[in-house]
Nanobody
Framework: VQLQASGGGLVQPGGSLRLSCAAS????????MGWYRQAPGKQREFVAD???????NYADSVKGRFTISRDNAKNTVYLQMNSLKPEDAAVYYC????????WGKGTLVTVSS
């Protein structure tokens, strides 16, 4: 399983970014796919996930600002991030769960004016 995250970059506070996580092969096989993030000096933390049935979960800190979605035809999961705050800055990782948990390499999000 290969997961390729992309879409990170530098954005001003209040701005938006959309992260993508492209999987090698069908994402239907995964029970869930999600996003985590890790800021410097902090532990990796849960951001959002989406199940194969389309149910979503979000960390309280991003509810109402971030939206996770999936495009089964493109084998890709997205994280739309709006109203970004400096505290959202981190390396964002996507994962996929099917028995084991698979991780992709991260994509860096910097929120700064």
């Amino acid at each position: 399983v290969q997961l390729q995250a992309s879409g990170g970059g530098l954005v001003q506070p209040g701005g938006s970014l959309r992260l993508s996580c492209a999987a090698s092969g069908s994402i239907f096989r995964f029970n869930a796919m999600g996003w985590y993030r890790q800021a410097p000096g902090k532990q990796r933390e849960f951001v959002a996930d989406i199940t194969s049935g389309g149910s979503t979960n979000y960390a309280d800190s991003v509810k109402g600002r971030f939206t996770i979605s999936r495009d089964n035809a493109k084998n890709t999961v997205y994280l739309q991030m709006n109203s970004l705050k400096p505290e959202d800055a981190a390396v964002y990782y996507c994962n996929a769960v099917r028995g084991s948990t698979y991780w992709g390499k991260g994509t860096l999000v910097t929120v700064s004016s």
